[in-house]
């Protein structure tokens, strides 16, 4: 398996960021047959692009171009197959036009863009109306899956490794359009037996990611709107220049590569006169990085795979990226009419190097600080926040039906231990939402600064002697081997390095993505204020809980926790 299938082939909802350029999606289109973008929008939802689709790939491309002036998208992956969370090219369409953020004069002529040719957009609406009636229609397909697996529990995968749950009804595979039933346990079997790592989306054996023999060549050169690789002429050398290749000189300043004014450039060969705008943008920044890769990179470069230590450096670059921001999930406002108080959910992302910070700690530490700053630097910064830190168990599955912990294999019989992550409430007057979400912002930016190293009362020089006072367990696991300073010292480096990066605020999050029902309605009781779900408007329902609609059954309000030993 290839570097790029490693890293792209599982693809998940915490990792989207705008560092894919247009030249890469390229590559792994051809490379790695790859053949959906996934797209984050602020909204909180994900869009997925059929990049052998031309009218999908044709706005795929104009998001790719525009990566620094659309505030309203959070990021793109790119993936083998459209994941099932990610919703439809149509239901893009509906939100780009109907969106109030998007800037109309631009996304609206994007979508425009696939259906001027009579014949073919009528097709492709056709389509897409079918696919977003196929969406709606979903929850009744899965009701005839479940009817029809009671009388035929035939697994999909029982042709490829043994099915040992004959008595468990199987659930149709979460590919559109496919009606073969599996078993979601057989599917984990198979995965884990040949070295692959478990995938939460439910699918058939001719389906699943892993599976590459299923998975078609994109092909970007025969298509009516490929990217040209032609020389400019002299009237688009301004163009060339600004792509970071001097028109006088014909020399290459990689420093002013990606500074292209994509509105402003001058029609290139292959183009009609009339194409300037963003499509031309984006050709004349292939052209652009096509004259980048043929300076930089020679038939020498081949040394540079030679390495026998490759794997693991690029392993190290990954584990530095992936911490160079932390993650902040924000869900809200719950907005309390009866006390005109307005409340955000806050769910930190994977802990990394910062796993030893305790709720406890935070409270005290963070308490404090912000105490002491507001009395030389006033905020608006509610301080009340710190104590409302709190380590929550995550669902198992993110947005996941069944209401119980995420847990690690079990060991010796015993179960796994639980998956943690930190969390926290932020509150203000519903009169001044918009300031309460400024103040909660600045807040986060705090709480990231105080966990960078420095010579002055360090982090980890506070933290290990909390933890010695109030967990031992934990303290004498950490300085098992070393003495309290040398931990102090590497706990101070590693909160460093986890948080250096700032933070990276997602908006419009569901409290069930990670939280169990037991923790929603904690927030809810707690800190909003209710005291049962009639209290609860409709669409803070929705915020609770992701797809929500008036059917869906609501989880027991006094319902209890999960306890640890099953």
Not at 110 to 121: E, K, L, M, R, Y
Not at 538 to 562: G, I, V
Request: glycine share 6%; aromatic share 10%; hydrophobic share 30%.
């Amino acid at each position: 398996m290839s570097f790029t299938n490693f890293f792209f082939s599982t693809i998940n909802r915490t990792n989207f960021d705008k560092q894919l350029t247009l030249a890469d999606i390229i590559k792994f289109t051809k490379d790695d047959k790859m053949k959906y973008l996934v797209v984050e929008y602020i909204n909180g939802n994900f869009y997925g692009f059929n990049l052998v689709d031309a009218n999908e790939r044709r706005d795929a491309k104009i998001i790719v171009a525009d990566v620094d002036n659309d505030f309203t998208i959070c990021g793109w992956r790119i993936s083998k197959d459209k994941p099932s969370w990610a919703a439809s090219y149509a239901k893009w369409q509906g939100y780009i036009k109907n969106s109030p953020h998007v800037d109309q004069d631009v996304c609206i002529k994007a979508v425009a863009t696939g259906n001027n040719d009579s014949a073919s957009s009528a097709d492709h609406s056709v389509e897409s109306e079918e696919e977003s009636r196929s969406d709606d229609d979903s929850d009744a397909s899965d009701l005839n899956c479940k009817k029809k697996a009671k009388t035929n529990n035939i697994c999909d995968w029982g042709h490829v490794i043994q099915c040992n749950h004959t008595e468990l009804p199987p659930f149709k595979c979460q590919k559109d359009g496919c009606k073969n039933l599996v078993h979601h346990l057989c599917q984990g079997n198979w995965e884990r037996s040949n070295g692959h790592s478990d995938i939460l989306a439910r699918y058939c054996f001719s389906h699943h990611p892993k599976n590459s023999s299923s998975h078609d060549l994109v092909d970007w050169e025969n298509t009516t709107d490929h990217l040209q690789s032609n020389t400019v002429n002299s009237g688009s050398m301004k163009t060339v220049q600004n792509c970071g290749v001097d028109a006088s000189t014909g020399e290459l300043n990689l420093k002013s590569v990606n500074t292209l004014p994509i509105l402003e450039v001058q029609p290139m060969h292959g183009m009609n006169s009339h194409e300037t705008g963003i499509n031309a943008g984006i050709k004349a920044q292939s052209v652009a990085m096509k004259q980048v890769v043929d300076h930089v990179f020679s038939g020498e470069d081949l040394d540079l795979f030679s390495n026998s230590n490759l794997k693991e450096e690029v392993s190290n670059n990954v584990n530095r990226n992936m911490s160079s921001s932390v993650d902040f999930y924000i869900t809200g406002p719950f907005n309390n009419e009866k006390t005109g108080k307005s409340v955000w959910s806050i769910v930190l992302g994977v802990p990394g190097k910062s796993w030893a910070l305790k709720d406890t700690f935070i409270q005290s530490y963070l308490h404090t600080l912000l105490l002491k700053r507001q009395q030389n630097r006033p905020s608006d910064i509610d301080i009340s926040f710190c104590q409302s830190f709190y380590e929550i168990n995550i669902r198992s599955n993110e947005f996941g039906k069944e209401s119980i912990w995420r847990r690690k294999p079990p060991v010796r019989g015993k179960p796994g231990q639980v998956v943690k992550r930190m969390s926290f409430v932020y509150g203000c007057p519903t009169s001044s939402n918009q300031k309460g979400l400024n103040a909660l912002f600045e807040a986060i930016k705090f709480l990231c600064f105080t966990m960078t190293a420095r010579e002055i009362n360090p982090v980890g020089n506070l933290l290990i002697d909390h933890l010695k006072d109030y967990h031992l367990g934990l303290f004498n696991h950490l300085t098992k081997g070393c003495d309290e300073n040398a931990a102090a010292k590497k706990l101070t480096s590693d909160i460093d390095s986890h948080f250096k990066g700032g933070p990276s605020n997602h908006l419009h999050e569901k409290l069930n993505r990670f939280m169990v029902d037991y923790d929603i309605i904690r927030i809810l009781k707690n800190y909003v204020g209710y005291s049962s779900w009639d209290d609860v408007p409709y669409n803070q329902k929705e915020l609770c809980f992701k797809n929500y609609n008036a059917k869906m059954p609501l989880p027991n309000w006094n319902c209890d926790e999960e306890r640890y030993s099953l």
